[in-house]
T-cell receptor, first 114, second 111 residues
Framework: KAGVTQTPRYLIKTRGQQVTLSCSPI?????VSWYQQTPGQGLQFLFE???????NKGNFPGRFSGRQFSNSRSEMNVSTLELGDSALYLC?????????????FGPGTRLTVT | QKEVEQDPGPLSVPEGAIVSLNCTYS??????FMWYRQYSRKGPELLMY????GNKEDGRFTAQVDKSSKYISLFIRDSQPSDSATYLC???????????FGPGTSLSVIP
């Protein structure tokens, strides 16, 4: 079975721009979560989607948003980029009925904001 | 007090050693306890998860949970250079609720 895939793998953006990241979960997984990982703050939960609905949300500003499509693929959008948004953005998928304790992560998208 | 604390290391051991990695937590509502391994420039990989106190073994890896002390451990037997990575502990409060990751411990296994 193919793992979680994320595109693009690397991205460089300028302050004030917006960015969209994409995630394809493992086939059959309907829960998709997004995380931000930085050296200073570690791995922090952004939000989780299940069946096209946001089910959980972390403590991030409204500039961070996401959505999930009917095929379970998910996108994450960050508007008005700030230097502090530079991070590794990770997507994880879970089997139906399970959320956080059995997650499979993708390789991440490395976002650099200049 | 932070919800999850984990010694960041780095921890350096010789090949074949037994490695002990530890985390403490403050929220007694946590029910699931997970360990992830993350290689450089890769996403975290789930090693195992446990529910409630006790031990769980998978090959060379053993996870131990002591809910009374709010303390979890991961033991790696016969450590290999390929075990060199950052190990993250994580907690889930209840399903569909909240997950918290520790900052990670960097481990180097020297041949």
């Amino acid at each position: 079975k193919a793992g979680v895939t994320q595109t693009p793998r690397y991205l460089i953006k300028t302050r004030g721009q917006q960015v969209t990241l994409s995630c394809s979960p493992i086939s059959g997984h309907r829960s998709v979560s997004w995380y931000q990982q930085t050296p200073g703050q570690g791995l922090q939960f952004l939000f989780e989607y299940f069946s096209e609905t946001q089910r959980n949300k972390g403590n991030f500003p409204g500039r961070f948003s996401g959505r999930q499509f009917s095929n379970s693929r998910s996108e994450m959008n960050v508007s008005t980029l700030e230097l502090g948004d530079s991070a590794l953005y990770l997507c994880a998928s879970s089997p139906s009925g399970v959320t956080f304790h059995e997650q499979y992560f993708g390789p991440g998208t490395r976002l650099t904001v200049t | 007090q932070k919800e999850v604390e984990q010694d960041p290391g780095p921890l350096s051991v010789p090949e074949g050693a037994i490695v002990s990695l530890n985390c403490t937590y403050s929220n007694s509502a946590f029910q699931y306890f997970m360990w992830y391994r993350q290689y450089s420039r890769k996403g975290p990989e789930l090693l195992m998860y446990t529910y409630s106190s006790g031990n769980k073994e998978d090959g060379r890896f053993t996870a131990q949970v002591d809910k009374s002390s709010k303390y979890i451990s991961l033991f790696i037997r016969d450590s290999q250079p390929s075990d060199s990575a950052t190990y993250l502990c994580a907690y889930e409060k209840t399903s569909y609720d909240k997950v918290i990751f520790g900052p990670g411990t960097s481990l180097s296994v020297i041949p």
